[in-house]
């Protein structure tokens, strides 16, 4: 069975994936000590002064999820630059994770920070104003990227019925991206009508919610997704029923290779690059700066950034194999072609 990028590579469900997330924290505080900047050893990289080579880990709530390849490749080239050495679980100088649950890290976190182990948040951050004081966030602005995806759709649809799919309804990833659209529709004042669908833990759970719910709404004007899965969904389903020619509109997140070739094919009018090899990289040269520094250099709270990918630029993301965008281990410079 293929699993969504919404699930772990054991099947397990969010609630208990976010606590297992929070769990992997704990054994990396007893093991600190061993790897302080006076007993690691010197990094053989030149740019800065010689310094310990510093551990960084990163925990993740999906290790497996192919997702995450330009992240790591991000955190990988920051330490290649810098003399520095990563893992995506272990001990740790540094470490980054992410915050998928309103409280289930409040407690590590809090923990690692009492030990002098710098903590940062990646990809999903803890609820603003609550008790999680992880240094900084890098990664996607997940609301403003909602509200970004509402503002396309209320430019798509005048009014009708709308399906809003949700792979995990108050997941801190995806939540958000959903808060922030459905309230750009709601102040449009447009009559649309939003059903919010949540599809469940498996592609194919997936894909079937979202026919089921086309087949019993089929004057619909739009299906769009906050996940990635749900969005590779929706273009499935797009397609079967030729929905584009019928003047439905889709859309949502991630570049799942099958979402990219049905947005080239035209049946999705666009999906959203939340760029994550920038939260691999950024997260990692924070570790470093603050690490380097002594805590006089950071943290900063940095938002990734978002891209629309649309049937005009999607060739781009077909034609080539990057360590960018996960396709490929190689470290290479891309030439850029056409205008900015």
């Known amino acids: 069975m293929t699993r969504n990028p919404a699930e772990d590579e054991a099947g397990l469900p969010f609630a208990r994936r976010a606590m297992l997330g929070a769990a992997a924290l704990a054994p990396m505080l007893a093991a600190a000590a061993a790897l302080r900047p006076g007993v690691a050893r010197a990094a053989d990289a030149a740019p800065f002064p010689a310094h310990p080579r510093w551990k960084f880990v990163f925990v993740n709530h999906v290790t497996t999820n192919p997702f995450f390849l330009p992240t790591q490749y991000g955190v990988q080239d920051v330490c290649g630059l810098l003399g520095c050495d990563y893992q995506w679980s272990g001990s740790a100088n540094a470490i980054a994770t992410c915050i998928v649950d309103p409280h289930a890290f409040d407690q590590p976190v809090a923990k690692a920070l009492a030990a002098g182990i710098p903590v940062f948040s990646y990809n999903a951050d803890a609820p603003a104003g609550g008790p999680n004081k992880r240094l900084a966030y890098i990664g996607q602005d997940l609301y403003k990227s909602g509200v970004a995806m509402g503002e396309r759709i209320v430019s798509l649809v005048d009014s009708g019925t709308i399906g809003m799919f949700i792979a995990t309804p108050g997941q801190l990833n995806i939540q958000p991206r959903l808060d922030?659209?459905?309230?750009?529709?709601?102040?449009?004042?447009?009559?649309?009508?939003?059903?919010?669908?949540?599809?469940?833990?498996?592609?194919?759970?997936?894909?079937?919610?979202?026919?089921?719910?086309?087949?019993?709404?089929?004057?619909?004007?739009?299906?769009?997704?906050?996940?990635?899965?749900?969005?590779?969904?929706?273009?499935?389903?797009?397609?079967?029923?030729?929905?584009?020619?019928?003047?439905?509109?889709?859309?949502?997140?991630?570049?799942?290779?099958?979402?990219?070739?049905?947005?080239?094919?035209?049946?999705?009018?666009?999906?959203?690059?939340?760029?994550?090899?920038?939260?691999?990289?950024?997260?990692?040269?924070?570790?470093?700066?603050?690490?380097?520094?002594?805590?006089?250099?950071?943290?900063?709270?940095?938002?990734?950034?978002?891209?629309?990918?649309?049937?005009?630029?999607?060739?781009?993301?077909?034609?080539?194999?990057?360590?960018?965008?996960?396709?490929?281990?190689?470290?290479?410079?891309?030439?850029?072609?056409?205008?900015?």
Request: charged share 20%.
């Open 180 to 340: 922030g659209a459905s309230d750009v529709i709601k102040k449009s004042g447009k009559q649309i009508d939003v059903q919010v669908i949540a599809t469940g833990a498996t592609i194919n759970e997936e894909l079937s919610k979202i026919k089921a719910f086309y087949l019993g709404h089929q004057s619909l004007k739009g299906m769009f997704a906050v996940d990635g899965g749900s969005t590779q969904g929706i273009a499935e389903t797009m397609k079967q029923y030729g929905l584009a020619a019928k003047g439905v509109h889709g859309g949502g997140f991630d570049l799942l290779p099958r979402t990219l070739e049905l947005v080239k094919e035209g049946h999705l009018d666009f999906t959203i690059d939340q760029q994550p090899y920038l939260q691999g990289l950024y997260t990692a040269m924070q570790m470093f700066t603050y690490l380097a520094s002594g805590g006089l250099v950071g943290p900063a709270d940095t938002n990734t950034g978002l891209k629309f990918v649309t049937k005009e630029s999607v060739g781009l993301y077909l034609a080539t194999e990057t360590r960018y965008e996960g396709k490929s281990e190689t470290a290479q410079i891309v030439p850029r072609s056409g205008a900015i």
